[in-house]
């Protein structure tokens, strides 16, 4: 029996029709199987980062009190560019096609990861290192700006009606996949090793399992076909998507904006945020912050399909409204429960606060297929970057700079309370084409 399917259906309606003109045909499920995956690798990449800030602290900027603020200013400055990685890429797959962008993306983002395990080390190049790593890191920043609008876009394009926001859940899914493997190698990595082996080149070891992970998607990704949605509209609706997003959707910016700035508070505080909170704040070693990051991402996992499929039974905004009043109310208690000092209570902190962060699949719908990766980089992308890249930083530096431990929950919240109204004004999109 499908999931939710005693549950009646949401009434279907859309703020703008869309101007394409569907098949309505789907794609076949090696291609859907491949697409889902292969978001793999861009949250496997930036959640390695997090995992290691300590480490590359010490490794890249040399260690000591401010060290840390430069690893996640470094995270922050660079996820700038995915908005502008996203506007680019997301114009060239509005006129040429989801498929070209998804193997451009990803063979861009296997150079940058490859680069990175041949960077010196703070201790053999000074600040040159530090500066290197900036370059590498808004490299890849840039190349995954359009990557997971464009998998999202693919999934929801190539999935039959009526089940779009389970398959289009796929990616929030294989992102926690990606999630999983990077911190079970960075604590298999830092378990393994010593400091002096792992300062020295057992940092390398994550990047370049990643550069691999890479190399692999880019060839699954070969084989992908276009979608119907894209192949099944006139080539003139595609000359100018930036204009015509502009123009017909910016309703649909506002709203997925706010929808991408609570899942990123939630993502990028609640689940990537926790394993330096867990070093930093309360004391927890570094392999048994990673492995309690651990637990966190595996309930991400079993928890995202049921949300996608729970909205397609009982509507995204439904589902949206109560991801938002879970992170308004819980964030704050669970990061009490991750200073008491206690594993168990540290561990239900960290697992309840990540199922905040599962989204539902509402952002593409606000889109017709003529511009919808153009707007998802105007909207989705802004707003990842905002309160994205630069979450991790604020929570660490408001932290410090009030002294108090609670401060990360509280900025969850904040932004939470604050995409409320808009969520709740929003018009039920799920069914459109």
Do not use: K
């Not at 861009?42 to 900027?61: C, G, H, K, N, Q």
């Not at 990606?178 to 020295?200: E, F, H, P, W």
């Not at 204009?243 to 505080?269: E, K, N, P």
């Amino acid at each position: 029996m499908p999931l939710f399917a005693a549950l009646p259906r949401p009434p279907r309606q859309a703020e703008h029709p869309a101007r394409g003109t569907a098949t309505g045909d789907s794609l076949p499920r090696t291609s859907i199987a491949v697409a889902a995956l292969s978001t793999i690798v861009e949250w496997y990449d930036f959640t390695l980062y997090l995992f290691m800030a300590t480490i590359l602290s010490r490794v890249i900027f040399g260690g000591g009190t401010e060290s840390l603020l430069a690893t996640l200013a470094v995270f922050a400055v660079s996820y700038l560019l995915r908005p502008l990685g996203a506007l680019v890429f997301g114009r060239f797959g509005d006129r040429f096609g989801r498929r070209p962008v998804l193997l451009a993306s990803m063979a861009v983002m296997a150079a940058a990861m490859f680069a990175t395990t041949l960077l010196p080390t703070h201790a053999q190049a000074g600040a040159t290192a530090g500066a290197a790593f900036l370059a590498l890191r808004c490299l890849m920043a840039f190349s995954v700006g359009g990557e997971y609008s464009a998998i999202s876009t693919y999934l929801y394009e190539g999935a039959r009606p009526g089940r779009r926001g389970l398959i289009a859940s796929l990616a929030s899914m294989a992102s926690e996949i990606g999630a999983l493997l990077a911190v079970a190698v960075s604590a298999i990595t830092t378990t393994m090793l010593d400091q002096a082996a792992l300062d020295n080149w057992g940092w390398r070891i994550p990047f370049a399992f990643g550069t691999c992970l890479a190399l692999a998607t880019l060839a699954a990704r070969s084989t992908l076909r276009e979608t119907p949605v894209f192949a099944g509209q006139p080539t003139g609706e595609t000359h100018r998507p930036l204009r015509f997003t502009l123009r017909t959707h910016r309703a649909g910016l506002y709203r997925t904006f706010a929808i991408s700035a609570l899942a990123s508070i939630a993502y990028y505080v609640g689940i990537l945020y926790v394993p330096t909170f867990l070093t930093s704040v309360s004391g927890f070693p570094e392999g048994s912050s990673l492995w309690l990051s651990t637990v966190a991402s595996v309930t991400v996992i079993a928890v995202t399909p049921f949300a996608g499929a729970l909205s397609d039974r009982i509507g995204r905004r439904t589902t949206l409204l109560v991801l938002c009043a879970a992170a308004i109310a819980l964030p704050v208690f669970m990061f009490a429960l991750m200073t008491s000092g206690s594993v168990t209570a540290a561990l239900a902190g960290a697992v309840v606060l990540a199922c905040t962060a599962v989204g539902a699949s509402a952002a593409a719908e606000q889109f017709a297929p003529a511009g919808r990766l153009t707007g998802l980089a105007l909207g989705a992308t802004a707003a990842t970057a905002v309160f994205g890249g630069i979450a991790p930083y604020a929570a660490e530096f408001l932290t410090q700079a009030t002294g108090w431990n609670l401060m990360p929950g509280a900025l969850v919240a904040a932004v939470a309370l604050s995409v409320l109204p808009v969520l709740a004004r929003m018009p039920e999109t799920s069914g459109q084409a």
